[in-house]
């Protein structure tokens, strides 16, 4: 990153943070701002508006161990687990646009992910359905495996994901919406909703019930 944000630094850094620190401070005022104004918006009109951000899909780079890559922490100044620690967040769609192996290990990371959700935080992991087309030419198999992994036993605060793009589920490149269809997604379900309630009731986080 650039230093056009160095006379911001010089005058208004009360705290006397490292520029990096104070980077990451003012996004998470950010976060946290926009977040406690939705609540007063739930709050005065009865709403359940909820609010979520889908990070890059690497924290810092070697966590979890045996993954590298471009980091939010320290390259965007995005820190999304103390996001959800502060209970700033709904929801986490990290940006997992990587395959199953390799050093950005989709395995590795999704469980990663999963397990970093606390304050009933839930996880939607972005996939890159744009892979099975670009010079990447994954087999639209690898976007099923990565769903079947979504589902398994201790994947427990992951409940969906997101496919990323639109483009090849409408021209249903390699069979993928067929193959999908027929299997993964071949009944029709509800994605489970977030409550503000659910968030803050312990009972309902330890024992994954919805209703209210």
Same mark, same amino acid.
């Given at each position: 990153? /650039?230093? +056009?944000?160095?006379?911001?630094?010089?005058?208004?850094?009360?705290?006397?943070?490292?520029?990096?620190?104070?980077? $990451?401070? @003012?996004?998470? +005022?950010?976060?946290?701002?926009?977040? !406690?104004?939705?609540? *007063?918006?739930?709050?005065?009109?009865?709403?359940?508006? *909820?609010?979520?951000?889908?990070?890059?899909?690497?924290?810092?780079?070697?966590?979890?161990?045996? /993954?590298?890559?471009?980091?939010?922490?320290?390259?965007?100044?995005?820190?999304?687990?103390?996001?959800?620690?502060?209970?700033?967040?709904?929801?986490?769609?990290?940006?997992?646009?990587?395959?199953?192996?390799?050093? +950005?290990?989709?395995?590795?990371?999704?469980?990663?992910?999963? !397990?970093?959700?606390?304050?009933?935080?839930?996880?939607?992991?972005?996939?890159?359905?744009?892979?099975?087309?670009?010079?990447? @030419?994954?087999?639209?198999?690898?976007?099923?495996?990565?769903?079947?992994?979504?589902?398994?036993?201790?994947?427990?605060? /992951?409940?969906?994901?997101?496919?990323? $793009?639109?483009?090849?589920?409408? @021209?249903?490149?390699?069979?993928?919406?067929?193959?999908?269809?027929?299997? +993964?997604?071949?009944?029709?379900?509800?994605?489970?909703?977030?409550?503000?309630?659910?968030?803050?009731?312990?009972?309902?986080?330890? /024992? $994954?019930?919805?209703?209210?």
């Amino acid at each position: 990153m /650039t230093n +056009q944000d160095s006379d911001a630094y010089a005058n208004y850094n009360p705290g006397n943070l490292s520029l990096a620190d104070w980077r $990451r401070n @003012n996004v998470n +005022q950010m976060i946290g701002k926009v977040y !406690d104004a939705i609540q *007063v918006i739930n709050s005065a009109e009865n709403k359940n508006i *909820v609010f979520g951000v889908s990070p890059a899909g690497i924290w810092k780079s070697g966590t979890p161990p045996g /993954t590298s890559g471009n980091p939010s922490y320290s390259a965007l100044y995005c820190d999304p687990i103390a996001w959800m620690q502060a209970d700033k967040v709904d929801y986490i769609a990290p940006q997992l646009y990587w395959k199953i192996t390799g050093p +950005q290990d989709y395995n590795l990371l999704s469980k990663w992910w999963n !397990d970093q959700a606390v304050n009933g935080t839930q996880i939607y992991i972005s996939q890159a359905y744009y892979k099975m087309v670009d010079t990447n @030419n994954w087999p639209s198999s690898e976007i099923q495996n990565q769903i079947i992994k979504n589902r398994t036993a201790p994947m427990s605060s /992951t409940l969906g994901q997101i496919a990323y $793009r639109y483009n090849e589920i409408g @021209n249903n490149d390699k069979g993928i919406n067929t193959a999908l269809n027929g299997a +993964q997604f071949k009944y029709k379900s509800f994605a489970p909703p977030i409550f503000q309630y659910w968030k803050r009731c312990d009972m309902c986080k330890k /024992t $994954r019930k919805y209703s209210i």
